[in-house]
């Protein structure tokens, strides 16, 4: 392994395959929460695309016009809506009635009569987050330039964690997500528009983060969740949700983790299918991909200002001009100040 | 000495009174008429009824019948016809005096009147044994494999562990030819009237860090013995095939061998004819190791200046050995040099070694100490990535041997064996892990037929990784401890049987793990997984059966029998649902040394061997083994730190039959040996997993394994050349090795229920080792290799979880990554060639896979961020030509 290292740095070569799949199969991914919030209660559906490295857009064919509900274990029915054409199906607030303790399960119905459902899911309880923290870091990888010579490179970033105390009792099992909101400045002359705006990245995760207290249950812990990116000198407003989740959705997520994180060394496991917990009721034989989660959320979040960290290395940061509500270089761009700024 | 003395008298007696040939006993007639008795009863009676003294050795006509008639027959020449079966003759030393003289005795003198030739083909009915041992004249070792043939009879022998070899043959004359790797052939004239031993002493030839000769074996002993899937490599063989960055290697070499396959480049372990790396039996000295590679599989434990003999078990495994189902590899340490203090050594890029070896008391007891030592670190240095420049490894080992030979029936010897690994993955994770043996064995002869010898080993294999970045600093320490004790007996009643008889018994404790938080600010809990502890003992007999020169039969019985002791808890998992940590329903409590689950096997071993022809035979075998312990590993190749599980109610052992047939065939004088061998063997309740299992520290660890099932076969055609410019083998092996896991729930299965492929199924192998003396000092060696690409899970299609791009991949094992193939090259300058130097040396220069093929180790998928599909990937281990240098020495007083 040692020599593996040495030489490994040449001898990782990107190649092209193609593999295609006879049958999609139906991707679920979504969940609801205890929260009555309909940007968390969602399930999106859409169908696998065939694995093709060679043409590196994936094409994601959205499942339309389906039937979806959620149902817990004492009968109770809650139906999910598609919002447009988007494959997205919502809990609307009107109708959400989610309660600890209780375990839900997913109904769908295609358009085509196909039936899936999943396993029932629990709603544990998650404690509170304690605390956010986050420490200015310096980032080394090791990338091929543009001849093809390893070459290192340096960034830097912000490593936010999250402050947790694990309850005494065993068997808790967590996941986090994020979100990431940012302050721009747009140099607009003597015009009197908007200069001051605020982008909200969504997730800005790029890994699944998910943990459970098998090794360290009943103490305090500190997860690092995310990396926010010191690129312009702005205040940044970091989100962490903290879900909670059964032994099995852990399992999920940690294999959905471990696929992310391989790199095919001869100490990592072989790569597998991940199994989720749904199935076809129409077609035991069918392959289902995704999982339903159920889960507690608490949410905290911090605000960086990374002004005090500035300059980054890299190009100096200059500031775009016009109205900042039109620059067209970040997503959900608002004028209208967010909490925390 | 007694017998020479014996001719010496004679001789003087015969020169005394030579010329007195008394003519009065030559007109005494016989007349006498003998059916089917003894010699000895014949010459009684002509002793009682002619006033007769005949003076001869008994165990001259020993055996030998008589049935005669004579009527007024000269006494002379009824003597000369009683005595031509027994191949003796006579000597009328006065008219009472009849003096018996073997043939060759006889024609010292009378040379004119008794052939003075051995006739081949002309048997005697009087069989004889010839005995002796063959050692190096200069050290005094003894010569383990010698080969000692009659020339006339085209019979032979290996010396065995000792040196020893016996020769069981008709009385006659006969030239002796005695060869060993290394030596100077040693070719002598004997006489064999009577059984007698014989010491040989072999003089080095003088390029002695490589020799020429290559076989350890008789040159028809592929075609004669008894033996398949047997193969025995002298580390001579070892030292010619190039090498990696200079080092030889004893595993390397074992791979090249058929049958034998490695997951890839960097994995430790072995994988033979379609078992797992924990099923071979790896033994040095008998002291079995649990870790058979330095540095990640890099280097071999066995030191090679250390090493006397290879020998790999793939099929045919005596009764003797047992306790994995795969293979047994065997590697006997060196023993000191009686004679002189000798220091050798080798000084490589990565690593160096020295060894000592001198007399303790002259040619009756001898020691050998070695080191070896790696400094990869230096290398490291030039790697352009930080956490591998901050990267750091290390291993050392000793050897250290002592023996005794107490007295010509008893010899004792001492072997020890230490090593320590470490390795340290950018500045946070280290991995260590280190091998203790000792083994101390008593030979005992009770007399020429019968031999025994006890072996105790005791051993301590240790493991463990430590982190050191806050709050998730820890160590995590494993171990397994073991104690073996075996007495062996063999008993050669006669040339046609071999009997074997032996017991014994191993004790082990495993600790698989315990996990201590590396500071206060760490937020890991302490973890002690429990100790497991079992017994594994044995009985075995076997019997080795010459039914006639064409037919020879071998059959064993080997009878394990195993306890998993306490104390401990057992989980009792509900068989109506899958095994979970939730489906638990009963915890069953053990007290210490209760015994919490038995198990036995039968282990029946056999094999037959027809002779179609001089030099070509067709052999069968079966064997069943049975293997208690397993080795606990989901991942691509073993890491060091897998852990290891001994047999429970929940974990089956596991079970192995086998069949062969297999046809040899030697040409040209035996310096061509041809084979072809077959086999197919069915595996039991091999040890599975569940698809991304977590192995370490997991509590209800029997409920993430599954109980396979497995199957494997193929065709090992082999060439291998003996001779003295040209040398080596080109073998060829046709396998399949393929698992099957069908529980009752669909959570018990892999692929359906469906045989598929194992890790390390490659079909096609083709492997040639060919080494050229290009001059006395120079030598080039050259090693191809070829083997379909292992069997891997391929992506068959991605969807999007939570805004993460997430990979479907196909069945178990259901695609293959790109074939392997490399040449590597070697050449090798001797320093000198004068006859037992006291300095030599020698240079190596070695390049690993010439043509800089980037053989891929795996193959594996990188997503990108932003909707791309993830990039495939081909790992390859080594991707480039890698060229070495390596300076040996030997300096001997």
Known sequence: MLLAVVLLQACVDPFELQTGEVQQSLVVSGMITDQNNPELNKVALTWTAPFDSENQQVIVERVHNATVTVQDNLGNSMPLYEEGRTGVYTLQESDFQVEHGRSYTLHITLPDGREYASRPEAVRPVPAIQGISYEFKQFVDVVRNSAGVLIERRSVGFEVKAQVQDPPERGNFYRWDTEGVFEFYTNTGDVPVPSVCWANMGSINTKVVANNDRLFNGRYFEQPVVVVPADIPTKYRIKIRQFSLTGEAYEFWRLFNEQQTSVGSIFDPPPARINGNMYSVTNPGERVVGYFTASAMVEDFIVIQRMFYAPFPGLPYELPLGDCRYTFLYPNVTNVRPIGF | ?893
Do not use: C
């Not at chain 2, 490695?262 to 004819?273: C, I, L, P, Q």
């Not at chain 2, 005596?318 to 004679?339: F, H, M, Q, T």
């Open chain 2, 1 to 893: 000495m007694r017998r020479r003395y014996h001719y010496f008298l004679l001789a003087l007696l015969l020169l005394l009174s030579g010329h007195t040939w008394a003519q009065s006993t030559e007109q005494r007639r016989i007349t006498a008429s003998y059916q089917n008795q003894p010699l000895t009863a014949v010459l009684q009676d002509l002793q009682q009824k002619h006033r007769l003294r005949v003076f001869y050795q008994p165990e001259w006509v020993e055996g030998v019948q008589i049935t005669e008639n004579f009527s007024q027959e000269p006494l002379a020449s009824a003597i000369q016809k009683l005595l031509g079966k027994a191949r003796l003759s006579f000597v009328l030393y006065d008219d009472q005096t009849v003096v018996l003289v073997p043939l060759s005795a006889a024609s010292v003198f009378r040379s004119d009147t008794v052939p003075s030739e051995a006739v081949p083909g002309q048997a005697s009915e009087r069989i004889v044994t010839l005995s002796g041992q063959v050692r190096n004249a200069k050290t005094g070792e003894p010569f383990i494999g010698a080969t000692v043939l009659i020339l006339e009879l085209g019979k032979g022998t290996v010396a065995d562990e000792q040196g020893r070899y016996t020769l069981a043959v008709p009385a006659g004359n006969y030239t002796l030819r005695v060869r060993a790797i290394g030596m100077v052939e040693d070719q002598r004239r004997v006489s064999l009237q009577q059984s007698r031993t014989m010491q040989v002493e072999l003089f080095e030839v003088s390029n002695q860090l490589r020799e020429v000769e290559v076989s350890a074996k008789a040159p028809d002993h592929n075609v004669e013995s008894l033996e398949m899937g047997v193969a025995r490599l002298s580390i001579q063989e070892v030292r010619k095939m190039p090498n990696f960055l200079g080092e030889v290697d004893v595993l390397r070499s074992v791979i090249a061998l058929p049958g034998v396959t490695t997951v890839g480049e960097g994995a430790s372990g072995f994988n033979v004819r379609g078992g797992s790396i924990d099923q071979n039996l790896i033994l040095q000295d008998q002291a079995p190791l649990f870790s058979a590679s330095h540095l990640f599989g890099f280097f071999s434990v066995f030191n090679p200046d250390m090493v006397q003999d290879v020998t790999l078990y793939r099929g045919g495994i005596p009764a003797r050995y047992g306790g994995r189902i795969s293979s047994v590899l065997d590697v006997e340490l060196k023993e000191g040099n009686k004679k002189a203090p000798i220091l050798s050594g080798g000084i490589g890029l990565l690593a160096s070694r020295l060894m000592v070896e001198a007399p303790l008391l002259k040619d009756k007891a001898s020691f050998v100490l070695g080191a070896r030592g790696a400094y990869p670190g230096l290398a490291l240095r030039y790697v352009p990535d930080k956490s591998v420049r901050d990267s750091d490894g290390y291993f050392y080992d000793f050897n250290a041997k002592v023996d005794y030979t107490i007295s010509a029936k008893d010899q004792l010897m001492l072997s020890g064996y230490l090593s320590r690994d470490g390795f340290r993955f950018g500045a946070d994770t280290t991995y260590t892990w280190g091998t203790g043996t000792a083994t101390a064995r008593w030979n005992h002869t009770f007399s020429d037929k019968l031999l025994s010898s006890v072996t105790g080993v005791v051993g301590d294999y240790d493991y463990g990784v430590k982190a050191e970045t806050e709050p998730y600093s820890y160590t995590l320490d494993s171990e397994i401890k073991y104690k073996q004790i075996r007495a062996d007996l063999n008993f050669e009643p006669s040339a046609q049987h071999k009997l074997g008889l032996g017991a014994s018994s191993s004790w082990y404790q495993f600790s698989p793990g315990t996990l201590t938080p590396g500071s206060e600010q760490s937020s890991l809990l302490p973890v002690n997984m429990p100790h497991e502890r079992s017994i594994e003992a044995a009985l075995y007999l076997d019997h080795e059966y010459v039914l006639n020169p064409r037919i020879s039969i071998s059959y064993g019985l080997r009878y394990s029998s195993y306890y998993n002791l306490g104390p401990g808890d057992v989980y009792v998992y509900d068989p109506e649902s899958p095994r979970r940590e939730s489906s638990i329903i009963d915890t069953l409590s053990y007290s210490n040394g209760g015994v919490i689950q038995q198990y036995g096997n039968f282990e029946p071993r056999a094999s037959l061997k027809i002779s179609l022809s001089e030099n070509s035979s067709v052999k069968l075998g079966y064997n069943r083994m049975a293997q208690y312990i397993h080795l606990i590993s989901n991942t691509t190749a073993a890491s060091p730190v897998d852990i290891w599980k001994t047999s429970n109610p929940n974990l089956r052992p596991q079970l192995g039959d086998q069949v062969a047939l297999g046809f040899f065939k030697n040409l040209q004088d035996n310096t061509i040996e041809l084979s072809a061998e077959a086999y197919y063997k069915k595996l039991h309740d091999l040890v599975e997993y569940k698809d991304g299992a977590r192995l370490l520290l997991n509590s209800t660890l029997d409920a993430d394994l599954l109980p396979g099932e497995g199957k494997a076969y193929g065709l090992e055609l082999m060439m291998r050349r003996k001779g003295k410019k040209l040398t080596g083998w080109a073998s060829y092996t046709y396998s399949r090795s393929l698992r099957r896991v069908n529980g009752p729930t669909p959570e018990e299965r892999i692929n359906d229920g469906n045989f598929f492929p194992a890790n390390f199924d490659k079909p096609h192998d083709l492997t040639l080792v060919l080494n050229q003396q290009l001059s006395r000092l120079i030598s080039l060696s050259a090693n191809f290799t070829y083997s379909t690409g292992r069997p891997i899970t391929y992506p068959e299609s991605v969807g999007y979880i939570d805004g993460l791009l997430m990979v479907n991949y196909s069945d178990r094992n259901q695609h293959r990554i790109p074939d392997y193939h490399r040449l590597d090259l070697a050449f090798v300058i001797d320093g000198t060639n004068k006859r037992n130097a006291n300095w030599v040396s020698s240079w190596a220069f070695s390049v690993y896979n010439v043509y800089g093929r980037k053989n891929p180790y795996s193959v594996f998928f990188k997503p990108a961020y932003g909707g791309t599909i993830p990039q495939a990937y081909r790992l390859s281990v080594i991707g480039s030509a890698v060229p070495a240098i390596t300076y040996n020495f030997k300096i001997t007083r």
